[in-house]
């Protein structure tokens, strides 16, 4: 069974320009959440999808958005890129609502000049 | 708010010697609990969870850990480590009410020697 795949792997942008990574959960699963992870703060959730509609929401500014499709699929995007957003976002997936045990993806690193 | 804290920020230790990394958590209702291991560039690796039952609980790579609710604690253990369980390790709070958010504490890099 495939695993949590995120693309691209790596990426490098300039500050004020935006973003979209990419996270295929494994087949089935439903659920798709998205944490930042960097040096300072450590691991942060960013928002939890299921069936297209965003259940919860991290602390973080507007700048950071997500979309599930209905094939699961899930896309986050920052726009107005800042320095600060350099880090490693990651993925979930997981088979149901709730606290179910997640499955990450590799991450995607994202270095902002 | 749910809170998990995991004291130790580094831990070293010969390869074959037991390993214990601690964890501590802060929620009001019965938590769900998660140990991931993450190796350096990699995303993180599900290594035992904790939802209900008995409260030792069996994980892969030879990994236990035991949840003890009056000391709001569920530390992991390793009887004998291998070199290659060099890695940083995270704890991790849910809830059933959390909508697929996990708290997590700052992580133990875990450091083997020969």
């Known amino acids: 069974k495939a695993g949590v795949t995120q693309t691209p792997r790596y990426l490098i942008k300039t500050r004020g320009q935006q973003v979209t990574l990419s996270c295929s959960p494994i087949?089935?699963?439903?659920?798709v959440s998205w944490y930042q992870q960097t040096p300072g703060q450590g691991l942060q959730f960013l928002f939890e999808y299921f069936s297209e509609t965003q259940r919860n929401k991290g602390n973080f500014p507007g700048r950071f958005s997500g979309r599930q499709f209905s094939n699961s699929r899930s896309e986050m995007n920052v726009s107005t890129l800042e320095l600060g957003d350099s880090a490693l976002y990651l993925c979930?997936?997981?088979?149901?609502?709730?606290?179910?045990?997640?499955?990450f993806g590799p991450g995607t690193r994202l270095t902002v000049l | 708010a749910q809170s998990v804290t995991q004291p130790d920020i580094h831990i070293t230790v010969s390869e074959g010697a037991s390993l214990e990394l601690r964890c501590n958590y802060s929620y009001g209702a019965t938590p769900y609990l998660f140990w991931y291991v993450q190796s350096p560039g990699q995303g993180l690796q599900l290594l035992l969870k904790y939802f209900s039952g008995d409260t030792l609980v069996q994980g892969i790579k030879g990994f236990e850990a035991e949840f003890k609710r009056s000391q709001s604690s569920f530390n992991l253990r390793k009887p004998s480590v291998h070199w290659s369980d060099a890695a940083e390790y995270f704890c991790?709070?849910?809830?059933?009410?959390?909508?697929?958010?996990?708290?997590f504490g700052a992580g133990t890099q875990v450091v083997v020697t020969p």
């Open positions: 087949s089935g699963h439903r659920s």
């Open positions: 979930a997936s997981s088979k149901i609502a709730g606290a179910d045990e997640q499955f």
């Open positions: 991790a709070v849910g809830a059933a009410d959390s909508w697929g958010k996990l708290q």
